[in-house]
């Protein structure tokens, strides 16, 4: 059973422009929902993260919203840039004593200038 | 500087033969993990750790073996590989407890095929 999932494999976006990442998940016990950013031979690195208790998280470029009625949360990166081109991983965690964090499937964004 | 260090970061072999890949974390964290990465199913916990001599079964387990003797330490070990075992592992870290908010601290991943 995918706890967590990304349901769009790929998104194109023109520089400049907004991205609008989506995860959608099934636990409402998870306390903390994270961006991960991967590029290609790299592992991937923390980009972002969210309490189960706020609604939004935003650092410079990146916000993340977090709609617990819907289960769905999303990361909005504006403006756009070529070197946002990367896979992105949506996670989430169920509590700080386990450690275990549960990702998605990944989305890959292209960004072109 | 604060890394995960895995070794090798390419490996190709043969089915039947034991292999083994390393993870070292320099940043005292009690939690280590292994995930595979494989296209359309994201990143899967194989095993995970949350101290010395302290190990658990992940989503995927089946196939590998881990230890963790030292803190620092978590090596993966593939008794007898097969094909399916093909893919890309990452060794993770972090802190536990009130100060854990899920931040994974990352290698850069071990390609391995499996022929």
């Known amino acids: 059973d995918q706890q967590v999932k990304q349901n769009s494999p790929s998104l194109s976006v023109q520089e400049g422009r907004i991205s609008i990442l989506n995860c959608d998940y099934t636990?409402?016990?998870?306390?903390?929902f994270l961006w991960y950013k991967k590029y290609p031979a790299e592992g991937p690195t923390f980009l972002i993260s969210i309490s189960s208790i706020k609604d939004k998280n935003e650092d410079g470029r990146f916000t993340v919203f977090l709609n617990k009625s819907a289960k769905h949360l999303s990361l909005h990166i504006v403006p756009s840039q070529p070197g946002d081109s990367a896979v992105y991983f949506c996670a989430a965690i169920g509590s700080s004593n386990t450690g275990k964090l549960i990702f998605g499937q990944g989305t890959t964004l292209q960004v072109k200038p | 500087e604060a890394q995960v260090t895995q070794n090798p970061r390419y490996l190709i072999t043969v089915t039947g033969k034991k292999l083994t890949v390393t993870c070292s974390q320099n940043?005292?964290?009690?939690?280590m993990s292994w995930y595979r990465q494989d296209p359309g199913l994201g990143l899967r916990q194989i095993y995970y750790s949350m101290n010395v001599e302290v190990t658990d079964k992940g989503d995927v387990p089946e196939g590998y073996k881990v230890s963790r003797k030292e803190k620092r330490n978590f090596p993966l070990i593939l008794e007898s590989p097969s094909p399916n075992q093909t893919s890309l592992y990452f060794c993770a870290s972090s802190l536990l407890g009130a100060q854990n908010t899920g931040e994974l601290f990352f290698g850069e991943g071990s390609r391995l095929t499996v022929l």
């Open positions: 940043m005292n964290h009690e939690y």
């Open positions: 636990n409402s016990m998870f306390d903390y």
